[in-house]
């Protein structure tokens, strides 16, 4: 496990590197994602463990219902 530090990252290279700050996020690292210097979004690990235990009761549902996959 890397830790719980928290990484600052660019909007375009968290698109390059989605899958990489995914695994952070999910290891326990928070993830600060900026556009032009400035804080848009903070990937982190989800609490708890409800979602994983019935995945179609969470959040990623309706990501889905809007055309949203989970994977390419």
């Known amino acids: 496990m ?3 530090g928290m990484r600052t990252i ?3 290279e968290a ?5 990489a700050i995914l695994k952070a996020a999910e290891d ?4 600060v994602i900026t556009r032009a210097g ?3 979004a903070k990937l982190v690990k989800m609490a708890g463990t ?3 235990a ?3 009761k969470g959040p990623g549902s309706r990501m889905r219902s ?3 996959r989970d994977h390419p």
């Open 2 to 4: 890397r830790g719980h």
């Open 10 to 12: 660019a909007a375009s």
């Open 15 to 19: 698109a390059r590197s989605f899958m």
């Open 28 to 31: 326990g690292e928070e993830v």
């Open 38 to 40: 400035r804080p848009i």
């Open 50 to 52: 409800e979602a994983q």
């Open 54 to 56: 019935n995945p179609d």
């Open 66 to 68: 809007i055309g949203w």
